[in-house]
């Protein structure tokens, strides 16, 4: 069982948004700014997307974006292409401890 | 252009040992922490530890899972990061990644930003 918990999958239609959700504690995901968002597209290496919460690597689309409620880190993307079809994982520092949880990951299946 | 090459991976008996090395171009890799992520075939992605530059005293954290049995060091002269892996077990059977970055206060990042393309390591008898 990953440390934060992530829906095992979301769908949508090209031109859609959607929102993948990262459910944590405030040990982690609600105690740090420091939550990223990675795209794995099948055989792939991940590829990171977000860092910090909400902010975007140089190259990544600003379909992209990422924001934080409390424990629940989101990353939501506007305009669905059929390049978005992958997994996404979130990721949080947690403290000087466990350091690094990720999560179990998210199917994202563009229709 | 940041590249990370990893090598090394294979078939492997339980109990017995491996060891990886990433092989990083593009960049001044002594700058820099470097980190290592496994995939277990069909899972996700878990991280496995880190090792922060010299500035930071080239000091190691691993996860609970890995911790006492895996290694990771560097030669900064070469620009390549290693992992040694002891006393392998089944469920150590993964993709091992090497990333460039950490998430920690003393290398004052918290993402890994670049990955390689992962290098399989099968535990079997």
Redesign the interface.
């Known amino acids: 069982q990953?440390a934060l918990t992530q829906p095992r999958s979301v769908s949508g239609s090209p031109g859609q948004s959607v929102t993948i959700s990262c459910t944590g504690t405030s040990s982690d995901v609600g105690g740090?700014n420091?939550v990223?968002w990675?795209q794995q597209h099948p055989g792939?290496?991940?590829?990171?997307m977000i860092?910090?919460v909400s902010k975007r690597?140089s190259g990544v689309p600003d379909r992209f974006s990422g924001s934080k409620s409390g424990n629940t880190a989101s990353l939501t993307i506007s305009g669905l292409q059929a390049e978005d079809e992958a997994d996404y994982?979130c990721?949080?520092?947690?403290g000087?401890y466990t350091?690094?949880?990720?999560?179990?990951?998210t199917k994202l299946t563009v229709l | 252009e940041v590249q990370l090459v990893e090598s090394g991976g294979g078939l492997v008996q339980p109990g017995r040992s491996l060891r990886l090395s990433c092989t990083a171009s593009g960049f001044t890799f002594g700058d820099y922490a470097m980190s290592w992520v496994r995939q277990a075939p069909g899972k996700g992605l878990e991280w496995v530890g880190f090792i922060r530059s010299k500035a930071y005293g080239g000091t190691t954290e691993y996860a609970a899972s890995v911790k006492g049995r895996f290694t990771i060091s560097r030669d900064d002269s070469k620009s390549i990061a290693y992992l040694q892996m002891n006393s392998l077990k089944t469920e150590d059977t993964a993709v091992y990644y090497c990333t460039r970055g950490a998430y920690d206060f003393w290398s004052g990042a918290y993402y890994f930003d670049y990955w390689g393309q992962g290098t399989l390591v099968t535990v079997s008898s």
């Open positions: 990953s740090y420091y990223s990675y792939k290496a991940p590829k990171l860092y910090d690597p994982y990721c949080s520092y947690a000087s350091l690094v949880v990720f999560g179990g990951g």
